[in-house]
């Protein structure tokens, strides 16, 4: 994908059909009244055909993440699906990589395990996040494939940030288009990072500010850009009052009817819209003793850009770039 191209189509308007509808390579089963529907039809191991790729890329603007069953991809066929939709990047810029295969990253049941020391302080939003959202492009998308899923537990949810956004009041809508965050990989609140924690991010240092409203260019959809995991404060409030605004939003952003919650199977396959999207990876697998394994790919993206026209701006470190054997 060209760095110009939107990475998703546009979504419905009030004289448009809503895209996605009427598609004639897959079939759409939406799963929920606004975020998450299961996508029938393509073979997913084998090269899409453009109109199978343009009517899936319509179907994540409207629903914002869609899902494959029984699609059991190698780390290569991952790799080439990803690379229909946009750029892969490196598989994360922090924590690392798929040996052999730089742009995955192995979503493994104990990958936090020697980040963090110390008792977490849980919250209602607790785990909730956007991936990688530290970075001033964060990913555009993200591709997250199933291989060995527990017989119970561990689902994953997913929010909708447009519909959130467009669920508060006009009067708090119009004060947090005004407002920027910082966003980073600090670790999480009562706990400390580890030495092997802040190498990494010593190494590969990730801080920026993002507007709290992100403006979907080809769209034009307002987004509540909130990830609960990694935005630390509200510039130019009171520390007091950025922590009682941000545990406002967090709470508004995970209301049950704003998400979907999903079952994975091995082959399954979850394509989200990482702009206008945030999601949970589960805690119910620590208390189980089976293993979880899944592996995940994220699309080059843009800076974002708030309601007033402004970019998101690095703090520290640079952007996330499409991944290159050139520069790894
Ligand atoms: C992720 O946060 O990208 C992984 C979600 C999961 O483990 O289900």
């Known amino acids: ?25 897959i079939t759409i089963h939406p799963l929920t009244g606004h975020i998450g529907a299961e996508i029938e039809g393509p073979d997913l191991s084998r090269p899409l055909a453009p109109e199978a790729v343009a009517e899936i890329r319509d179907a994540l603007a409207r629903w914002k993440v869609v899902f494959f069953r029984d699609q059991p991809l190698d780390h290569a066929q991952h790799v080439a699906l990803a690379e229909a939709f946009g750029a892969p990047t490196i598989g994360h810029p922090v924590f690392g990589f798929v040996e052999g295969h730089p742009q995955i990253y192995s979503v493994a049941r104990d990958r936090f395990a020697g980040r963090h020391t110390g008792e977490p302080l849980i919250r209602p939003w607790t785990g909730w996040h956007t991936d990688v959202t530290a970075a001033v492009n964060p990913p555009a998308a993200s591709i997250l494939r199933a291989d060995v899923i527990p017989p119970y537990g561990g689902d994953t949810f997913w929010t909708n940030l447009v519909v959130a956004y467009e669920a508060l009041s006009p009067t ?8 920027r965050g910082i966003h980073s990989f600090t670790a999480p609140e ?10 990494k991010n010593r190494r590969r240092p990730l801080v920026s500010e993002h507007p709290l409203v992100r ?7 307002r987004v509540l850009f909130v990830s609960p995991s990694f935005l630390k404060r509200v510039t130019g409030l009171a520390p007091r009052e950025s922590q009682q605004l941000l545990e406002l939003l967090f709470e508004h952003v995970t209301r049950p009817e704003f998400t979907v919650r999903f079952r994975w199977r091995p082959g399954s ?10 999601h949970l990876a589960p805690r119910d697998i620590y208390s189980l003793d089976f293993d979880r394994q899944l592996y995940r790919i994220t699309l080059k993206g843009e800076v974002p850009v708030g309601v007033d026209g402004r970019p998101s701006t690095a703090i520290d470190g640079e952007p996330l770039d499409a991944f290159s054997a050139a520069t790894a």
């Open 1 to 25: 994908m060209s760095s110009a191209a939107p990475a998703f189509a546009p979504a419905p308007t009030a004289d448009a059909p809503a895209p996605g509808l009427n598609p004639r390579h």
């Open 172 to 179: 708090l809508r119009g004060f947090v288009d005004t407002l």
């Open 190 to 199: 009562g706990q400390a990072g580890t030495d092997d924690f802040r190498d």
């Open 215 to 221: 403006v979907i260019p080809e769209t034009g959809e």
């Open 269 to 278: 396959i979850a394509f989200w819209d990482n702009r206008t999207t945030a």
